[in-house]
């Protein structure tokens, strides 16, 4: 089925250890975004892609780097995981274009938790 | 960055009964959206709303956008077990270039009892 996929679905890290997050998408969509998902705070964006080579910071983006080397993929490192980055991390693709959007696709996300 | 505020934060009741839940900002959208999230999966999108003063209906699923485009609220009749799950409002400021980024309130968690 179309849509955007995730991997993995779960890891553990040990504070310190680094780690990156792949996010597929084969619906064409030029606009990419990278979440996380806290408890009693609801989602939160990191970063955000508009296009192929595009990177650009959102409202929590310390601590994450992301590339966009193709237009399909979205890639979110974790250089140096620490414990307040535990958390469920959702990738999302869009149809959109600079004013509006048209809804997000996500994918299932990554459960992550860093002891 | 704006606040979107949604409103009972937990829902729980039987089933057949009907709720609304509360989406409000001080601030005016370009527009919001509604998603509804089940447990171990990314949220799904219901419905967009642009137009102030515009609803939309999605089976027993209602969904109101304010005059003023800075509230929303979605109304279920008849709720039905298969209606639980997390439901999140998310919104595009209006104004100036967004990019397609969103704002998401912290949810509801609305629970059907058989």
């Known amino acids: 089925n179309a849509g955007v996929t995730q991997t993995p679905k779960f890891r553990v890290l040990k504070t310190g250890q680094s780690m990156t997050l792949l996010c597929a998408q084969d619906m064409n969509h030029e606009y990419m975004y990278w979440y996380r998902q806290d408890p009693g705070m609801g989602l939160r964006l990191i970063h955000y892609?508009?296009?192929?080579?595009?990177?650009a910071k959102g409202e929590v983006p310390d601590g994450y780097n992301v590339s966009r080397l193709k237009k399909q993929n979205f890639l979110l490192g974790l250089e140096s995981a620490a414990p307040s980055q535990t958390s469920v991390y959702f990738c999302?693709?869009?149809?959109?274009?600079?004013?509006?959007?048209?809804?997000?696709?996500f994918g299932s996300g990554t459960r992550l938790t860093v002891v | 960055t704006q606040l979107l505020e949604q409103s009972p934060q937990f829902l729980s009741i039987q089933e057949g009964e009907n709720l609304t839940v509360y989406c409000n900002s001080s601030?005016?959208?370009?527009?919001l959206q509604w998603y509804r999230q089940e447990p171990g999966e990314g949220p799904v999108l219901l419905v967009t709303?642009?137009?102030?003063?515009e609803v939309k209906k999605l089976k027993r699923l209602t969904f109101q956008f304010g005059d003023a485009r800075k509230d929303s609220s979605l109304h279920i009749t008849a709720a039905q077990p298969g209606d639980t799950g997390l439901y999140l409002c998310a919104a595009v400021n209006a104004g100036g270039t967004s990019y397609g980024k969103l704002t998401f309130g912290q949810g509801t968690i609305l629970t059907v009892h058989p």
């Open positions: 601030s005016v959208f370009s527009s």
């Open positions: 709303v642009v137009t102030g003063g």
């Open positions: 999302a693709s869009s149809y959109t274009n600079r004013v509006r959007s048209y809804g997000y696709t």
């Open positions: 892609s508009v296009g192929e080579g595009t990177t």
